[in-house]
């Protein structure tokens, strides 16, 4: 079995091009593959992520130096510059919640149609006229009950954080850190990894497995 490449930050970094759409993990920046976000000079992003992160670290990072476009994302409160970019016309800003948008990612990855939610029904999450929905949202009646369609999210480029990764690319995380990144991993063109450590082929055991090497393309050794 082929081993998955290794490259280092910087490298990881320029995989990504201007207006492409980034998958990000992390968690308000627990889970956040950082060393790689620090790298990434593209702009005109389209990212999609939990979270606007903090000021200047994760994803804020990268909205600190004016590099997204639009953010898709289930809240911002923890970083006020994404509210003084979008207020200012500078960033559109589209608000899902949380569980939404994890099925939404997990349906790109899955080669899905969409998923279909009462989450939102009749709510501004499926109002047009809303700044922050962007566009409005087909409802589909099933049983006589209302859902909202949403579309299947994928990516040009995901990165993810994980825990350790063996010479294959399969993966292991550690606690909370699967969050988002598990979903993302398979979402996406191109997926970057940022780990701890590389081990042996074989070295994590296959019940250990979180995601399959299948879907990994590069590895970065975390920096510190």
């Not at 969050?179 to 940022?194: G, Q």
Request: glycine share 12%; charged share 25%.
């Amino acid at each position: 079995m082929a081993k998955t490449k290794v490259i280092s930050a910087k490298e990881a970094g320029a995989l990504v091009k201007d207006g492409d759409t980034v998958l990000i993990g992390g968690f308000m920046t627990n889970g956040t593959a950082k060393s790689i976000c620090n790298e990434v000079t593209a702009k005109n992003l389209t990212v999609v992520c939990n979270d606007a992160g903090f000021q200047n670290e994760g994803t804020g990072r990268l909205m600190a130096r004016h590099q997204i476009k639009r953010l898709i994302a289930t809240h911002v409160g923890l970083n006020k510059e994404c509210a003084e970019q979008f207020n200012s016309g500078e960033m559109e800003l589209k608000l899902q919640p949380q569980g939404t948008l994890a099925e939404q990612i997990r349906a790109g990855g899955a080669g899905l149609g969409g998923i279909l939610t009462p989450t939102g029904v009749g709510t501004i999450v499926a109002d047009s006229s809303s700044p922050t929905t962007l566009e409005g949202k087909q409802t589909i009646e099933v049983d006589g009950k209302e859902y909202l369609l949403e579309k299947p999210i994928r990516g040009n480029v995901a990165i993810v954080q994980a825990y350790e990764a063996d010479e294959t690319g399969n993966l292991r995380y550690k606690g909370s850190t699967r969050n988002f990144n598990m979903l993302i991993a398979a979402a996406a063109d191109i997926t970057i990894v940022e780990v701890e450590k590389i081990v042996p082929a074989g070295e994590i055991g296959p019940e250990y497995v979180e995601t399959p090497h299948v879907y990994v393309d590069y590895l970065v050794v975390k920096e510190d």
